[in-house]
C-alpha cells in the first residue's frame, strides 16, 4: 500500500497536481561567526556578492552613534570589505534593512531610508516624514517602499533612486496597531509584508499594492523579520518567537526549515543551480546562517 501510495503521489506530481513548492528542502546548512550586530542581507546578482547592514559594536537598534555600516562579503561569507559603506563625510547608525538593484544601494536608518552608488559610494539621505523606526526596503519597477515598525506605516517612494532626483513620498498603508517589518516585491505586483505584531497580536504576512489596503496571507504566526517569495509562490520568513527560518506553502502550514537563532532577521536569496542559498543573518549573536535550499 505504502509503494502504492508514492507511485500515486509521483503520477499526481507529474500531472501537475501536486505543487512544486512541496519539495523544497534544506540540503546543507553552514553557520559562520561574525562582528557586531548584522541586521540585514542583500544579494547583487550583477556584482555577485552580498552587503550585510550592521549596527556596530552596540545591540541598541535607535542609538544615533554613527557606528552602522555596510560590509561587503562574497557568496561564500568571506569578508571583502568590512566598512564598505557610508562613504567619507557620510554616517549610518543603525542601518536595517538593505536592498540592491541596478547598481543601488538602499538601506534604512531610524527616521530615513539612504541611497548610495555602489560604483562611486555616493549616497544620499532622505528624512521621511513621521517616521519612527525605519525598517525593511525593497524596490520593485522603479518605484521603493519602506517599513517602519514604530510608526505603523509603509511608504511609497517614486522614483526609486532619488540619488539625483526629487522623489515624491507618501504613506501607502497605515491601518491600526499594525507593526510591518519585513517586505519583499510580491509576484501578482506590489508587496509582501511581514509584521511583528498585528491588531495587537501575533504578527503575519500580508500583501498589499498601492491604494492603502491589504489583503492577510496568512495572520497569527509570530513575530515576524525578514520575507521574501520564492518563484513558485512559497514564502519564506524569519520569526523571532519561534527562533527559525519558516516556509510558507501555498494552501498549507508553516513548517521549519530551520532553528536555533536568538535573533533571526531580514534575509537574502540567492539563486544557486535550481534552488537558493539563503543567508541569515543573526542580528543577536552576530554570526551569519548559510542554508541551501533545493527543490
Known amino acids: 500500500m505504502t509503494r502504492l501510495l508514492a507511485v500515486l503521489a509521483a503520477l499526481a506530481w507529474l500531472a501537475g497536481a501536486v505543487p512544486a513548492w512541496a519539495a523544497w528542502q534544506v540540503v546543507s546548512e553552514k553557520t559562520l561567526p561574525g562582528k557586531g550586530h548584522p541586521e540585514s542581507v542583500a544579494y547583487d546578482p ?3 556578492v552580498l552587503y550585510v547592514s550592521n549596527f556596530g559594536p ?8 554613527g557606528q552602522g555600516y555596510i560590509s561587503k562579503l562574497d557568496l561564500n561569507g568571506k569578508v571583502l570589505q568590512e566598512k564598505f559603506l557610508p562613504g567619507p563625510g557620510q554616517k549610518l ?4 534593512g538593505v536592498w540592491v538593484s541596478g547598481g543601488r544601494l538602499w538601506t534604512t536608518d531610524i527616521d530615513a531610508v539612504w541611497c548610495f552608488d555602489l560604483a562611486s559610494k555616493k549616497g544620499r539621505r532622505l528624512a521621511l516624514p513621521g ?3 525605519t525598517n525593511d526596503v525593497t524596490e520593485a519597477g522603479g518605484k521603493l517602499f519602506v517599513s ?3 510608526a505603523g506605516y509603509v511608504y511609497l517612494i517614486q522614483p526609486a533612486d532619488f540619488l ?3 522623489p515624491k513620498v507618501r504613506v ?4 491600526p496597531r499594525f507593526q510591518p517589518n519585513g517586505l519583499y516585491p510580491a509576484k501578482e505586483g506590489g508587496v509582501i509584508i511581514a509584521t511583528t505584531s498585528d491588531m495587537g497580536g501575533p504578527g503575519g504576512l500580508s500583501q498589499a499594492g498601492e491604494v492603502g489596503q491589504a489583503r492577510t496571507i496568512k495572520a497569527g504566526l509570530g513575530k515576524l523579520d525578514g520575507v521574501a517569495q520564492l518563484p513558485d509562490g512559497a514564502i519564506l520568513y524569519t520569526d523571532w518567537s519561534k527562533g527559525g527560518l519558516f516556509i510558507l506553502e501555498p494552501g498549507g502550514a508553516p513548517r521549519k526549515l530551520a532553528g536555533g537563532f536568538k535573533g533571526p532577521a531580514d534575509f537574502a536569496l540567492v539563486p544557486r543551480d535550481k534552488g537558493f542559498l539563503v543567508v541569515v543573518p543573526d542580528l543577536v549573536t552576530g554570526s ?3 542554508i541551501t535550499l533545493a527543490p
Open 148 to 150: 517602519d515598525n514604530g
Open 131 to 133: 517616521a519612527k523606526f
Open 164 to 166: 539625483a532626483a526629487e
Open 93 to 96: 547608525h543603525k542601518p536595517k
Open 172 to 175: 501607502m498603508l497605515s491601518p
Open 46 to 48: 550583477g556584482a555577485g
Open 288 to 290: 551569519l546562517r548559510l
Open 58 to 65: 552596540q545591540f541598541k537598534s535607535s542609538l544615533t552613534d
